[in-house]
């Protein structure tokens, strides 16, 4: 593998040196790209006092492309389905290379405080979410405690 | 005294005397008369005392004596007219008698039992008075002859004294026919040899009256009412147009009357041979069925063949100078045609002749003569017997063949020649023996340099050929080569005697004559010693591959030799100077500047000769010097009056060629040529020619001038001997005066011919042969005795890295290839594709161009070739331009309006101030911070990133499809709306408008490239080849552009560099400064060779060559000896373009072989198809 640019050696630094309140992204022993990142859910949410265990690669082409982010734990939320993959702008098509790991991780702690039921992944979840918010919320708090307990 | 013998044996006793009358006889002659039955029966002494008359010379008393003993009743007044008469005569005996009893009154009768000599027709009627007015007679050339040798002429001329009256008036009729033939007889031979016999079934053509006698003698007469010259005889293919039959007739000798004819197949043979004095036949008839003969019947005779004294002694050496020197004008002025003169077709008809003759004799060269000689005895050759032969009909039907064309025969003889060459010379120096040839170190004394094992060997064989072997190891080889045979020449064995007459008289082969003769059938040349090869050249072509060290090699030949010791230690021009008198016969004409070594370089390489020298040596009364031509006034008494000549001195081609190209203008004569002052003044020691292929064209001035050097010792250095064409080796073989191929007939014949006529491997079997003795090519694969390499070199990988065209050059590319595919289609379609080649190579060479930069395109480049023909489609710039503008509109968003730039200016200006050292900006792509200032990049919303970074961004989107937004702000931007900073004279920064598409893909990914090895491995030195020297120029602006001031250098090397810059140019450029990244620009044509570069060991090739081997020149500067990290060469191609057409095309080459190219439809139709794959 080609070897690691500069900018993920400094970003890698970075998140270690001056990590974001709530968020851990440790990179893999074996892969400098990908890492473990977890989540706090946001105070205020239902995923409060959850912690959220997520994936992270940068693939060989970032900063030009955006990372991969998913989530391993499970969770209910509208822009994210089952198999963790969340939808978010600036993983698509709104992603600029100035962008980085932090900003990405900061968005998707974001989108766990205002999830965005009209610009859904998770259909079934965006439905019930927009038809009976008090029940997919405290559903979610319920997911949050089954699934991202903290130890 | 005849009465006392056989009847039977005295006829032949007559018959002896007439078969060698008819061959002229010639008393003198050792072989015939010693094999005589005569002269081993009745010896006889010379009564030197009984001589009345010794008032002369003891020559003469012998001549007198002899005469007097022949013709005893002869006055003494005959005898001195016949004295004086023939005194000068090669053969004075024997002409003085004939004359004799041509004139004189016989005085003896007898009856005539046997047939008449026609040369001893006697002129019955001439009174003694008229011979008194002829004769005088005389002789000088006794001496050599043992006295001996004259007693069978004495007996046989007794002979014919008693037989002529007889016969004499009936034979007054017939003596001018024979008179005629007189005339015509050759020339007296001192010797004639045996080499042959076959038994002819001849034809009667005139019925006779009575039976011929077995044994008669028969002489070939050509019928003279028809006789044409071999010149009219053949037509223009060779083939002959009349019957020869015909021509040749069998003339009885005793009635003096034709009898009959040849077959048509030997008087073809022998035809050509009647006249030439050097062959000699003689017919004796062998049955005729005892009866007369009608005309028609056939009748058998034996044909005897013999070479005479004439064969050998002939001056060939210079006939055969003048046929090459009159061949030499020929083929300078037509190098197809070969056009023949009368003399030389009547020579070639000679030639040919003589070589049916051996072919129909079987006569076989000599390969093996130990093995000859112990056959010898065995081999029992017979007489050819046409008609019960069998296996003899084989070979008469394939003469048959073989005389539908004579040049068959040539060429047959030529192939049998080029076996027994290579034999003959791999014998000289097989791969073998280069490994085990002996080193040589030179002392510390006077080489500072350590030698590597295989130079050391070279420098053994270097001294050899220059004859130093006393400094060299010694070594028998040495005396083989010394010993050589000239390959021109085969070596026979004279066959056993099986003439008639030796057959008749049972006389036994003479043990002390030779056994061998050698022939030259090229040339006719015959010899009874063994022709050596001159082996006068000293020097030879050292041709290692390059990075081997020819240079250090050299210079410790050199340094072993810095002078001619045996013209120092010993007296000008002594009697046993053998080697100065035979070798410098010319030489001496000019001062000899014995101490001095003259090394001419192309001029690239002239400082790095002089700093090698001053490296390698260690002995301080040796120097160099560089001449330039005009820093000595009078070279003549600089080297040879001054007082310290210098060892070595140094110059390039163009000044030989210059100071040459001045003697011309001033008209001198060559013999003038002492009366200069400058190189061709004096002959030097010795003489070295680096990048020796500068001479390959024998036409140039350059070559021609480098050919007027003289000096002692020759050495051509060149690791491509060969370029295009195996000629080119000619001029190689010229310099060094390799004899006989510096002979243009000679290589013309053998290698030129024969590779016209597509025997590539011939002619390259024989350059081999040629070259090898002379030649020492090391190459680095090739191993040592142990199987070790020779060298060492760390190992080098070359890397392809495909590209894409940026967009500009897209759409200029596509927009000539269409052009370019148009007219090659148009050029098809008619066939006419080769008249268009200069357009279609034009049209090539833009294409290339483009995939460099689109800037090259019409820019004026007067180093390549390919664009100073100034033709129309030069003009083309402006279309490019017209073409861009075009494209742009269409294609690409407005850039910035005026307004908008400025407006930009000024925000920026605004928001950053550039000028305070403590600005800091941060790349957000590549989180560099701070971004170098030189290498930032605005968007039109004023954010700031790296160059690379930001360009990388656009590229990206572009290919993803993706809009393009300025990553910070998401506001969208323009890749033509982009800033840049450029420093002003005052060192301020200033945002200008950045015009990326300015930046071919090759000039960004060689930028890339150089970024990366910079970032990982600082202070390299790299080195980047390009062929167009204004793309050299485009690069280095670039470059600088893009690269950080602190931490590069770049330098630029090409031919418009002067002498002095170059040389400071290299120096800099090999010190390495730690941090400091050295680019060397450097434009293949000027710095392609000899340079040596191993400081770096990154290589760029920006554009492909048709030639790889000019890119392996190349990338062999810094790949060579003295290279001690692993070379890295990467080859920016551009994808899907001509230049991986190229890329084939080059493949092609290295299968194909360009020495192969000789052919021109060959190479047309090559051309074709490359043109084809080009386009396709």
Same mark, same amino acid.
């Given at each position: 593998?080609?070897?690691?640019?500069?900018?993920?050696?400094?970003?890698?630094?970075?998140?270690?040196?001056?990590?974001?309140?709530?968020?851990?992204?440790?990179?893999?022993?074996?892969?400098?790209?990908?890492?473990?990142?977890?989540?706090?859910?946001?105070?205020?949410?239902?995923?409060?006092?959850?912690?959220?265990?997520?994936?992270?690669?940068?693939?060989?082409?970032?900063?030009?492309?955006?990372?991969?982010?998913?989530?391993?734990?499970?969770?209910?939320?509208?822009?994210?389905?089952?198999?963790?993959?969340?939808?978010?702008?600036?993983?698509?098509?709104?992603?600029?290379?100035?962008?980085?790991?932090? $900003?990405?991780?900061?968005?998707?702690?974001?989108?766990?405080?205002?999830?965005?039921?009209?610009?859904?992944?998770?259909?079934?979840?965006?439905?019930?979410?927009?038809?009976? &918010?008090?029940?997919?919320?405290?559903?979610?708090?319920?997911?949050?405690?089954?699934?991202?307990?903290?130890? | 005294?005849?009465?006392?013998?056989?009847?039977?044996?005295?006829?032949?006793?007559?018959?002896?005397?007439?078969?060698?009358?008819?061959?002229?006889?010639?008393?003198?002659?050792?072989?015939?008369?010693?094999?005589?039955?005569?002269?081993?029966?009745?010896?006889?002494? $010379?009564?030197?005392?009984?001589?009345?008359?010794?008032?002369?010379?003891?020559?003469?008393?012998?001549?007198?004596?002899?005469?007097?003993?022949?013709?005893?009743?002869?006055?003494?007044?005959?005898?001195?007219?016949?004295?004086?008469?023939?005194?000068?005569?090669?053969?004075?005996?024997?002409?003085?008698?004939?004359?004799?009893?041509?004139?004189?009154?016989?005085?003896?009768?007898?009856?005539?039992?046997?047939?008449?000599?026609?040369?001893?027709?006697?002129?019955?009627?001439?009174?003694?008075?008229?011979?008194?007015?002829?004769?005088?007679?005389?002789?000088?050339?006794?001496?050599?002859?043992?006295?001996?040798?004259? &007693?069978?002429?004495?007996?046989? +001329?007794?002979?014919?004294?008693?037989?002529?009256?007889?016969?004499?008036?009936?034979?007054?009729?017939?003596?001018?026919?024979?008179?005629?033939?007189?005339?015509?007889?050759?020339?007296?031979?001192?010797?004639?040899?045996?080499?042959?016999?076959?038994?002819?079934?001849?034809?009667?053509?005139?019925?006779?009256?009575?039976?011929?006698?077995?044994?008669?003698?028969?002489?070939?007469?050509?019928?003279?009412?028809?006789?044409?010259?071999?010149?009219?005889?053949?037509?223009?293919?060779?083939?002959?147009?009349?019957?020869?039959?015909?021509?040749?007739?069998?003339?009885?000798?005793?009635?003096?009357?034709?009898?009959?004819?040849?077959?048509?197949?030997?008087?073809?043979?022998?035809?050509?041979?009647?006249?030439?004095?050097?062959?000699?036949?003689?017919?004796?008839?062998?049955?005729?069925?005892?009866?007369?003969?009608?005309?028609?019947?056939?009748?058998?005779?034996?044909?005897?063949?013999?070479?005479?004294?004439?064969?050998?002694?002939?001056?060939?050496?210079?006939?055969?100078?003048?046929?090459?020197?009159?061949?030499?004008?020929?083929?300078?002025?037509?190098?197809?045609? @070969?056009?023949?003169?009368?003399?030389?077709?009547?020579?070639?008809?000679?030639?040919? /002749?003589?070589?049916?003759?051996?072919?129909?004799?079987?006569?076989?060269?000599?390969? *093996?003569?130990?093995?000859?000689?112990?056959?010898?005895?065995?081999?029992?050759?017979?007489?050819?017997?046409?008609?019960?032969?069998?296996?003899?009909?084989?070979?008469?039907?394939?003469?048959?063949?073989?005389?539908?064309?004579?040049?068959?025969?040539?060429?047959?003889?030529?192939?049998?020649?080029?076996?027994?060459?290579?034999?003959?010379?791999?014998?000289?120096?097989?791969?073998?023996?280069?490994?085990?040839?002996?080193?040589?170190?030179?002392?510390?004394?006077?080489?500072?340099?350590?030698?590597?094992?295989?130079?050391?060997?070279?420098?053994?064989?270097?001294?050899?050929?220059?004859?130093?072997?006393?400094?060299?190891?010694?070594?028998?080889?040495?005396?083989?080569?010394?010993?050589?045979?000239?390959?021109?020449?085969?070596?026979?064995?004279?066959?056993?005697?099986?003439?008639?007459?030796?057959?008749?008289?049972?006389?036994?082969?003479?043990?002390?004559?030779?056994?061998?003769?050698?022939?030259?059938?090229?040339?006719?040349?015959?010899?009874?010693?063994?022709?050596?090869?001159?082996?006068?050249?000293?020097?030879?072509?050292? +041709?290692?591959?390059? /990075?081997?060290?020819?240079?250090?090699?050299?210079?410790?030949?050199?340094?072993?030799?810095?002078?001619?010791?045996?013209?120092?230690?010993?007296?000008?021009?002594?009697?046993?100077?053998?080697?100065?008198?035979?070798?410098?016969?010319? @030489?001496?004409?000019?001062?000899?500047?014995?101490?001095?070594?003259?090394?001419?370089?192309?001029?690239?390489?002239?400082?790095?000769?002089?700093?090698?020298?001053?490296?390698?040596?260690?002995?301080?009364?040796?120097?160099?010097?560089?001449?330039?031509? /005009?820093?000595?006034?009078?070279?003549?008494?600089?080297?040879?009056?001054?007082?310290?000549?210098? $060892?070595?001195?140094?110059?390039?081609?163009?000044?030989?060629?210059?100071?040459?190209?001045?003697?011309?203008?001033?008209?001198?004569?060559?013999?003038?040529?002492?009366?200069?002052?400058?190189?061709?003044?004096?002959?030097?020691?010795?003489?070295?020619?680096?990048?020796?292929?500068?001479?390959?064209?024998?036409?140039?001035?350059?070559?021609?001038?480098?050919?007027?050097? $003289?000096?002692?010792?020759?050495?051509?250095?060149?690791?491509?001997?060969?370029?295009?064409?195996?000629?080119?080796?000619?001029?190689?073989?010229?310099?060094?005066?390799?004899?006989?191929?510096?002979?243009?007939?000679?290589?013309?014949?053998?290698?030129?011919?024969?590779?016209?006529?597509?025997?590539?491997?011939?002619?390259?079997?024989?350059?081999?042969?040629?070259?090898?003795?002379?030649?020492?090519?090391?190459?680095?694969?090739?191993?040592?005795?142990?199987?070790?390499?020779?060298?060492?070199?760390?190992?080098?990988?070359?890397?392809?890295?495909?590209?894409?065209?940026?967009?500009?050059?897209?759409?200029?590319?596509?927009?000539?290839?269409?052009?370019?595919?148009?007219?090659?289609?148009?050029?098809? &379609?008619?066939?006419?594709?080769?008249?268009?080649?200069?357009?279609?190579?034009?049209?090539?060479?833009?294409?290339?161009?483009?995939?460099?930069?689109?800037?090259?395109?019409?820019?004026?480049?007067?180093?390549?070739?390919?664009?100073?023909?100034?033709?129309?489609?030069?003009?083309?710039?402006?279309?490019?331009?017209?073409?861009?503008?075009?494209?742009?509109?269409?294609?690409?968003?407005?850039?910035?309006?005026?307004?908008?730039?400025?407006?930009?200016?000024?925000?920026?200006?605004?928001?950053?101030?550039?000028?305070?050292?403590?600005?800091?900006?941060?790349?957000?792509?590549?989180?560099? &911070?701070?971004?170098?200032?030189?290498? @930032?990049?605005?968007?039109?919303?004023?954010?700031?990133?790296?160059?690379?970074?930001?360009?990388?961004?656009?590229?990206?989107?572009?290919?993803?499809?993706?809009?393009?937004?300025?990553?910070?702000?998401?506001?969208?931007?323009?890749?033509?709306?982009?800033?840049?900073?450029?420093?002003?004279?005052?060192?301020?920064?200033?945002?200008?408008?950045?015009?990326?598409?300015?930046?071919?893909?090759?000039?960004?990914?060689?930028?890339?490239?150089?970024?990366?090895?910079?970032?990982?491995?600082?202070?390299?030195?790299?080195?980047?080849?390009?062929?167009?020297?204004?793309?050299?120029?485009?690069?280095?602006?670039?470059?600088?552009?893009?690269?950080?001031?602190?931490?590069?250098?770049?330098?630029?090397?090409?031919?418009?560099?002067?002498?002095?810059?170059?040389?400071?140019?290299?120096?800099?450029?090999?010190?390495?400064?730690?941090? @400091?990244?050295?680019?060397?620009?450097?434009?293949?044509?000027?710095?392609?060779?000899?340079?040596?570069?191993?400081?770096?060991?990154?290589?760029?090739?920006?554009?492909?060559?048709?030639?790889?081997?000019?890119?392996?020149?190349?990338? *062999?500067?810094?790949?060579?000896?003295?290279?001690?990290?692993?070379?890295?060469?990467?080859?920016?191609?551009?994808?899907?373009?001509?230049?991986?057409?190229?890329?084939?095309?080059?493949?092609?080459?290295?299968?194909?072989?360009?020495?192969?190219?000789?052919?021109?439809?060959?190479?047309?139709?090559?051309?074709?198809?490359?043109?084809?794959?080009?386009?396709?």
């Amino acid at each position: 593998m080609a070897s690691l640019p500069k900018r993920i050696i400094k970003e890698t630094e970075r998140l270690v040196t001056d990590p974001v309140p709530g968020i851990t992204a440790e990179p893999h022993d074996d892969n400098l790209r990908y890492f473990k990142v977890t989540i706090e859910g946001p105070a205020g949410s239902p995923y409060e006092n959850g912690l959220f265990h997520l994936e992270l690669y940068l693939p060989d082409d970032y900063p030009m492309e955006a990372p991969k982010v998913r989530f391993l734990t499970k969770i209910y939320h509208p822009n994210i389905d089952r198999l963790g993959r969340i939808c978010l702008d600036i993983l698509k098509t709104n992603w600029s290379p100035a962008l980085q790991i932090r $900003t990405v991780l900061l968005s998707v702690q974001a989108l766990l405080a205002s999830p965005n039921p009209n610009d859904p992944l998770a259909n079934d979840v965006a439905e019930d979410w927009i038809k009976n &918010e008090t029940g997919a919320k405290a559903k979610a708090k319920e997911w949050t405690s089954l699934y991202a307990k903290k130890e | 005294m005849t009465d006392s013998e056989p009847t039977e044996r005295k006829r032949f006793f007559k018959d002896e005397l007439e078969s060698s009358e008819s061959q002229i006889p010639n008393p003198t002659s050792k072989l015939d008369n010693r094999n005589s039955f005569l002269f081993e029966d009745e010896p006889k002494t $010379t009564d030197l005392g009984s001589s009345l008359f010794v008032e002369q010379e003891t020559e003469d008393l012998n001549f007198e004596n002899k005469l007097k003993e022949l013709i005893p009743d002869v006055d003494t007044r005959t005898r001195n007219l016949l004295l004086e008469k023939f005194e000068h005569e090669s053969d004075p005996v024997g002409k003085a008698l004939e004359y004799y009893f041509d004139h004189k009154n016989s005085l003896i009768k007898e009856v005539k039992t046997v047939k008449e000599n026609p040369n001893f027709i006697d002129l019955s009627d001439d009174s003694y008075g008229s011979m008194d007015s002829h004769s005088r007679s005389g002789s000088s050339h006794l001496n050599s002859d043992p006295p001996n040798s004259h &007693e069978p002429y004495s007996k046989m +001329s007794f002979q014919s004294l008693f037989s002529q009256n007889r016969e004499r008036a009936r034979k007054r009729k017939v003596n001018t026919i024979n008179r005629r033939i007189l005339k015509r007889s050759k020339p007296a031979f001192s010797w004639k040899r045996f080499i042959g016999s076959m038994q002819v079934t001849a034809m009667a053509t005139r019925p006779t009256i009575r039976p011929l006698k077995y044994g008669s003698e028969l002489k070939l007469h050509v019928s003279t009412s028809s006789k044409f010259s071999p010149y009219q005889m053949y037509n223009s293919n060779g083939k002959k147009q009349v019957s020869m039959a015909q021509l040749v007739k069998l003339r009885d000798l005793e009635q003096d009357r034709e009898v009959g004819r040849m077959p048509e197949e030997i008087a073809r043979l022998v035809y050509p041979l009647i006249d030439e004095s050097g062959v000699a036949f003689e017919i004796t008839l062998v049955y005729s069925g005892d009866k007369r003969l009608s005309i028609g019947d056939s009748f058998i005779v034996q044909l005897d063949c013999f070479l005479t004294s004439d064969l050998f002694g002939k001056n060939l050496k210079d006939s055969q100078e003048e046929s090459l020197s009159s061949q030499k004008i020929q083929w300078d002025t037509s190098n197809n045609s @070969i056009v023949e003169t009368k003399v030389e077709i009547l020579d070639k008809f000679k030639r040919m /002749g003589l070589i049916a003759l051996f072919n129909k004799l079987r006569i076989k060269e000599v390969k *093996d003569e130990a093995e000859t000689l112990e056959n010898l005895n065995n081999d029992d050759p017979e007489i050819l017997d046409l008609e019960d032969d069998d296996t003899f009909e084989s070979i008469v039907s394939q003469r048959d063949e073989d005389n539908e064309d004579d040049d068959d025969k040539i060429e047959h003889s030529d192939s049998m020649n080029l076996n027994q060459l290579q034999n003959f010379y791999s014998m000289a120096q097989s791969s073998e023996a280069l490994k085990n040839l002996p080193e040589t170190t030179p002392s510390r004394d006077i080489m500072k340099l350590d030698l590597r094992k295989y130079q050391k060997q070279g420098l053994t064989w270097m001294l050899r050929r220059e004859g130093e072997f006393k400094k060299a190891a010694e070594s028998d080889e040495v005396v083989a080569a010394a010993t050589m045979m000239n390959p021109l020449w085969k070596q026979f064995v004279w066959p056993k005697d099986m003439s008639w007459v030796s057959e008749r008289d049972h006389a036994s082969q003479e043990k002390d004559m030779s056994l061998f003769f050698y022939a030259n059938l090229h040339t006719g040349e015959f010899s009874n010693e063994k022709p050596m090869l001159e082996t006068s050249l000293k020097g030879g072509i050292l +041709s290692d591959e390059m /990075g081997l060290g020819k240079t250090i090699s050299t210079l410790s030949l050199i340094l072993s030799s810095p002078c001619d010791s045996s013209f120092d230690q010993k007296e000008l021009f002594t009697e046993d100077d053998t080697v100065l008198t035979q070798n410098f016969s010319e @030489i001496t004409q000019k001062p000899y500047a014995s101490r001095t070594t003259l090394i001419v370089v192309p001029m690239s390489l002239l400082h790095q000769w002089h700093s090698q020298f001053e490296k390698a040596c260690s002995n301080d009364d040796l120097h160099s010097e560089i001449y330039y031509g /005009g820093n000595v006034s009078n070279l003549k008494t600089h080297l040879i009056n001054g007082k310290k000549p210098p $060892t070595v001195l140094i110059t390039t081609y163009g000044i030989v060629q210059n100071e040459w190209t001045k003697i011309l203008k001033t008209s001198v004569s060559e013999l003038d040529l002492q009366s200069t002052t400058g190189l061709f003044s004096l002959s030097f020691y010795r003489i070295v020619l680096d990048e020796g292929h500068m001479i390959r064209n024998r036409q140039t001035i350059t070559s021609k001038a480098i050919m007027q050097l $003289t000096g002692k010792c020759k050495w051509v250095l060149t690791g491509t001997p060969i370029i295009n064409r195996l000629d080119d080796m000619y001029s190689l073989v010229k310099f060094l005066n390799l004899e006989p191929w510096s002979q243009i007939g000679f290589w013309k014949q053998f290698i030129s011919i024969p590779f016209e006529n597509k025997n590539f491997k011939q002619a390259f079997d024989v350059v081999n042969s040629i070259m090898e003795p002379v030649f020492l090519r090391r190459t680095k694969h090739m191993k040592d005795a142990n199987g070790k390499p020779l060298v060492d070199l760390p190992p080098k990988e070359v890397i392809v890295e495909k590209l894409k065209l940026s967009e500009k050059q897209d759409i200029v590319y596509k927009h000539l290839l269409n052009r370019a595919e148009d007219s090659v289609k148009l050029g098809l &379609e008619r066939g006419d594709l080769l008249k268009k080649y200069s357009t279609i190579l034009v049209n090539i060479l833009r294409l290339r161009q483009v995939c460099c930069d689109v800037s090259l395109i019409g820019s004026q480049d007067e180093n390549d070739e390919d664009l100073s023909n100034n033709n129309a489609m030069l003009s083309n710039g402006s279309d490019v331009a017209a073409l861009l503008k075009d494209s742009k509109s269409d294609n690409v968003e407005e850039t910035f309006s005026e307004i908008e730039l400025q407006e930009a200016i000024k925000i920026i200006n605004e928001r950053y101030d550039f000028n305070n050292d403590d600005i800091s900006l941060e790349c957000s792509i590549c989180t560099t &911070e701070p971004i170098p200032l030189d290498k @930032i990049l605005f968007t039109e919303c004023e954010h700031p990133f790296c160059k690379e970074c930001l360009l990388e961004y656009c590229e990206y989107q572009k290919i993803k499809n993706l809009d393009l937004k300025c990553p910070l702000c998401r506001h969208e931007i323009s890749k033509n709306k982009l800033l840049t900073l450029q420093k002003k004279e005052n060192g301020e920064y200033e945002p200008v408008h950045y015009n990326s598409d300015s930046r071919s893909s090759k000039i960004v990914a060689l930028a890339n490239h150089l970024q990366q090895l910079q970032d990982s491995s600082p202070g390299e030195q790299v080195v980047v080849f390009s062929q167009f020297s204004s793309y050299l120029d485009i690069l280095e602006k670039a470059l600088r552009d893009i690269s950080p001031a602190k931490t590069t250098k770049i330098y630029k090397f090409d031919g418009r560099l002067s002498l002095k810059d170059r040389n400071s140019v290299l120096k800099e450029f090999q010190e390495k400064s730690p941090g @400091i990244q050295k680019i060397l620009l450097l434009s293949l044509k000027a710095g392609g060779v000899g340079l040596n570069l191993t400081c770096a060991s990154y290589a760029f090739v920006m554009d492909p060559w048709w030639s790889p081997s000019m890119e392996d020149q190349a990338i *062999d500067r810094i790949h060579r000896i003295g290279q001690e990290n692993n070379v890295k060469v990467t080859r920016f191609i551009i994808e899907n373009s001509i230049e991986e057409k190229m890329l084939r095309i080059q493949e092609r080459k290295r299968t194909i072989g360009e020495a192969m190219d000789a052919d021109e439809d060959e190479r047309r139709k090559r051309r074709i198809e490359e043109i084809k794959m080009l386009f396709e």
